[in-house]
């Protein structure tokens, strides 16, 4: 039987149109809160084989505990083969969105909004953009995302 890691390492590289677009829309989704001045809480959307979407939000923890448990849904999703309730089948793909800090090359922290995502069959990665003005509507700023490494797959 093979390893986690051999199925881990047989996985394709690059990221599918479906997964770039889900996680463009999380992306703009968390921007558009952050400009209006919101609270932008660990957001996790999940598309199952049929193209459903189904979006959690996770918040009344520390972050740590709220991105856990985030991951704990997919892998939840992925064994239980979707949810019911939000009327989501297989679980496909995935992406969570938090906000977070980025070191610069000086030690400086930026505001930044963290993106993990990943895609059955494909590796996992995770990027960030900085970002300035949040609640100042449209003088609201934000860089294109950056990578950040891959992560562990949860599907």
Same mark, same amino acid.
């Given at each position: 039987m093979p390893s986690r890691e051999h199925k881990v390492n047989k996985r394709r590289d690059?990221? !599918?149109? $479906?997964?770039?677009?889900?996680s463009s829309a999380l992306m703009?989704? %968390?921007?558009?809160?952050? %400009?209006?001045?919101?609270?932008l809480n660990v957001v996790l959307?999940?598309?199952d084989d049929k193209?459903?979407?189904? !979006?959690?939000?996770? !918040?009344?923890?520390?972050? $740590?505990?709220?991105?856990?448990?985030a991951r704990k849904r997919v892998l939840t999703?992925?064994?239980h083969a979707g949810d019911v309730e939000q009327n989501l089948g297989m679980p496909v793909r995935y992406a969570l969105v938090y906000e977070g800090a980025v070191a610069d090359e000086h030690g400086a922290y930026n505001d930044a909004v963290l993106l993990?995502?990943?895609?059955?069959n494909y590796r996992s990665y995770s990027a960030f953009s900085l970002v300035e003005g949040k609640g100042k509507g449209d003088a609201f700023t934000w860089t294109d995302p950056a990578p950040a490494g891959e992560l562990e797959p949860l599907l």
């Amino acid at each position: 039987m093979p390893s986690r890691e051999h199925k881990v390492n047989k996985r394709r590289d690059g990221v !599918s149109p $479906e997964l770039d677009e889900l996680s463009s829309a999380l992306m703009g989704d %968390a921007f558009d809160v952050l %400009a209006e001045g919101g609270t932008l809480n660990v957001v996790l959307a999940v598309e199952d084989d049929k193209g459903m979407v189904a !979006s959690y939000e996770f !918040s009344d923890d520390g972050p $740590e505990e709220l991105l856990e448990e985030a991951r704990k849904r997919v892998l939840t999703l992925a064994r239980h083969a979707g949810d019911v309730e939000q009327n989501l089948g297989m679980p496909v793909r995935y992406a969570l969105v938090y906000e977070g800090a980025v070191a610069d090359e000086h030690g400086a922290y930026n505001d930044a909004v963290l993106l993990e995502f990943g895609e059955r069959n494909y590796r996992s990665y995770s990027a960030f953009s900085l970002v300035e003005g949040k609640g100042k509507g449209d003088a609201f700023t934000w860089t294109d995302p950056a990578p950040a490494g891959e992560l562990e797959p949860l599907l």
